[in-house]
């Protein structure tokens, strides 16, 4: 929760796997502007492979990359924004937005946040740490998860789902780190930047339930990308 916000059972039907393409295609045309071959572009590399793992269409794929980069005569140019403030009971929220209308996203946003606190830039993210994010699951049930994150050059290991493992890194070295984990045998489930929080806030019960309806709305949003709440 801390890391990232996340619907659970999100894939469950075609309206919000739409959803999920939508965020996708938008990531790899912004990718894309860095060039077309994912084998000498990292984050278009990163955008093509959670692509795939969400069994994006080829041509949806190949067509997205085409756009971002140029090759075709349609223009769209997203920008990333970013917003800053706090959801109920204070709890600390970053939201970033890839979007063709500022003044669209930044009057939504405005309305998202009226059960919250909107803030200036910086007023939130001195709290958290900008790092790249692995998710992994070993190449057997007794591997050393902090051998393998010290051997990667990941900067530390964290417990993840289901038997895997959250290895943290400095942002510059995600791809890098990403790689030696392939190479050592693990299989990268997500791979991504993130503001993680230095002192996420815990609730329970009803002041819990309010915070992630909040969280939830935000998430709606069409050029909402990305939403990272400090909370336990």
Request: charged share 25%.
């Amino acid at each position: 929760m801390g890391a990232q916000w996340k619907h659970k059972g999100r894939t469950e039907n075609a309206a919000a796997k739409g959803k999920i393409f939508t965020k996708l295609v938008k990531e790899i045309m912004v990718a894309a502007k860095g060039g077309p071959d994912p084998s000498t572009n990292a984050r278009l590399r990163m955008a093509v492979d959670a692509a795939k793992k969400a069994s994006m269409p080829r041509d949806t794929l190949e067509r997205a990359i085409k756009k971002g980069s140029g090759q075709l005569d349609e223009q769209v140019n997203y920008e990333v924004v970013t917003y800053e403030g706090f959801a109920p009971h204070q709890v600390p929220v970053i939201v970033e937005c890839l979007t063709e209308n500022k003044n669209r996203t930044a009057t939504n946003i405005r309305v998202l946040f009226r059960k919250g606190q909107l803030a200036s830039s910086g007023a939130v993210s001195w709290d958290f740490n900008r790092l790249g994010v692995i998710e992994a699951s070993p190449p057997a049930a007794d591997t050393d998860a902090e051998t393998a994150a010290i051997e990667a050059g990941a900067q530390d290991v964290e417990k993840g789902e289901e038997g895997g493992a959250r290895f943290l890194t400095a942002p510059t070295d995600l791809d890098a780190v990403g790689r030696a984990l392939t190479g050592q045998g693990w299989t990268v489930s997500a791979s991504n930047l993130a503001w993680i929080a230095k002192n996420p806030v815990q609730l329970e019960g009803e002041a819990r339930g309010e915070v992630e309806s909040f969280l939830e709305a935000i998430d709606e949003d069409d050029d909402v990308q990305n939403i990272f709440v400090g909370l336990r």
